[in-house]
């Protein structure tokens, strides 16, 4: 499943390992097991709860404004990757 998230305002976290999505006073839980990618635009949140959930999972995140993808956060092998990392370590990813 592609999870688009196109309303303003919408939050993603993640409560009790799944992905919950928060709109005012709506509250809808997703499985990560479920999505496959998650498309922000539009003023949308993520929260790092989430990010960490679908890099666990190996979902993608692409977060686009206007017409094009700005940013996209994935982990080919989240595993391989956290096993290199000791706390404090850190990592850079993307165009900085």
Do not use: H
């Not at 305002?9 to 997703?30: C, H, M, N, P, S």
């Not at 190996?58 to 290199?84: D, M, V």
């Amino acid at each position: 499943m592609q999870l688009v998230i196109n309303t303003p305002g919408t939050f993603v976290t993640q409560k009790d390992g799944i992905f919950r999505l928060k709109q005012e006073e709506k509250k809808f839980d997703v499985s990560p097991r479920k999505v496959e990618s998650i498309l922000l635009t539009n003023k949308a949140m993520l929260s790092t709860q989430a990010v960490n959930l679908a890099l666990g999972t190996q979902c993608r995140a692409y977060l686009f404004t206007g017409r094009k993808i700005t940013s996209s956060i994935f982990s080919p092998s989240a595993r391989e990757l956290s096993a290199g990392f000791k706390y404090g370590d850190r990592a850079l990813a993307g165009n900085w």
